[in-house]
């Protein structure tokens, strides 16, 4: 089974509309953090936001918040205002921390946004 | 600018031959770890270094190797090379001191391709 699902291969946003990009997480570990990370077309991996599993609230960062439903195993990244500079790809991650201790990220296909003036 | 640095940028070699990736992590981060992003199996984690030791391994390939420095630099060897070991490789670290809060910082990656 897929541990990160983004089924959203490409979306269009007008700009400065808000967008949510969608991610469903498979996991039996209760202590997990999901992470969102955007990829621009030069390549470099750059952190947005993170959400800890036990996190009461939802995450927050600038334009950027998390909207995390535990139960349903979501969390969506909702961008506010886009920007031309938003068009890239984004990539939802999990770490599980298990047994082993791994803390290695698993990520899903992503998603590539397209903000068009 | 993520403070984790990777060489080279770009690289270019023919199937059979044997190269080399470096990563320098963030001042202060102890932990590298390795993925590969590929057109057909996306971002995959091969390996982690936690100061010097190997923690943890993933989809890595007999062929690839990797070690870290005493001053915690990491290389990642590839021999063997494969058409289908073109890809972005990424380098990323992190401090790893406790939980699962800790974020990755990933570097720029160097893009190899195989012909």
């Known amino acids: 089974a897929q541990k990160i699902t983004q089924t959203q291969p490409g979306m269009f946003v007008q700009e400065k509309e808000a967008v949510t990009l969608d991610c469903t997480y498979d996991?039996?570990?209760?202590?997990?953090?999901l992470f969102w990370y955007k990829q621009p077309s030069s390549g470099e991996m750059i952190f947005l936001i993170y959400q800890g599993s036990y996190d009461q609230q939802n995450a927050t960062e600038g334009r950027y918040s998390l909207n995390f439903q535990k139960a349903r195993k979501s969390a969506n990244l909702v961008i506010s205002a886009s920007q031309l500079g938003d068009s890239a790809m984004y990539f939802c991650a999990m770490r599980e921390v298990m047994d082993t201790g791994r803390r290695a990220l698993t990520f899903g296909s992503g998603t590539r946004l397209q903000v068009q003036p | 600018d993520s403070g984790v640095t990777q060489t080279p940028k770009h690289l270019i070699t023919a199937t059979g031959q044997r190269v080399t990736l470096r990563c320098s992590p963030r001042s202060g981060d102890l932990s590298v770890y390795w993925y590969q992003q590929s057109l057909d199996q996306g971002l995959q984690f091969l390996i982690q270094y936690y100061n010097g030791e190997e923690r943890a391994k993933g989809n890595i390939l007999e062929r690839f190797s990797a070690q870290q420095f005493p001053d915690l630099h990491s290389e990642l060897n590839l021999s063997s090379l494969e058409l289908g070991d073109s890809a972005l490789y990424f380098c990323a670290s992190s401090v790893e001191r406790s939980g699962i809060r800790e974020t990755q910082y990933f570097g720029p990656g160097t893009r190899l391709l195989v012909l």
């Open positions: 996991t039996s570990d209760p202590s997990y953090g």
